[in-house]
């Protein structure tokens, strides 16, 4: 059973920055390809950005120029730098492999 724990989440301010980690318990970390999504309040769950086993990355277009998907092999987690946040990327931010999913880390952005 493969378990993700994200962390670093929290409440900031408009234009603020965070980074958020995820850690993931799978011997066969440097070979997955892992993703960030999030969900907004009453809305679908959607792809941040992603990053494969040779640090390639794919972004979506909200998140193009202000977040930075990384990862750590070493440590077994990823991270998502955000910069210049808004109040529209308030959610909950999950951590993705394949099918499992971590519980999520609440975002909040205020104006």
């Known amino acids: 059973q493969v378990q993700l724990v994200e962390s670093g989440g929290g409440l900031v301010q408009a234009g603020g920055s965070l980074t958020l980690s995820c850690t993931a318990s799978i011997t066969t970390f440097s070979l997955t390809t892992m993703g960030w999504y999030r969900q907004p309040p009453g809305e679908e769950r959607d792809l941040v950005a992603r990053?494969?086993?040779?640090?390639?990355?794919n972004y979506a277009d909200f998140a193009q120029g202000r977040f930075t998907i990384s990862r750590d092999n070493a440590k077994k987690t990823i991270y998502l730098h955000m910069n210049d946040l808004k109040p529209e990327d308030t959610a909950v931010y999950y951590c993705?492999?394949?099918?499992?999913w971590g519980r999520g880390t609440q975002v909040t952005v205020s104006s």
């Open positions: 993705n492999l394949a099918a499992f």
């Open positions: 990053i494969n086993a040779v640090g390639g990355t």
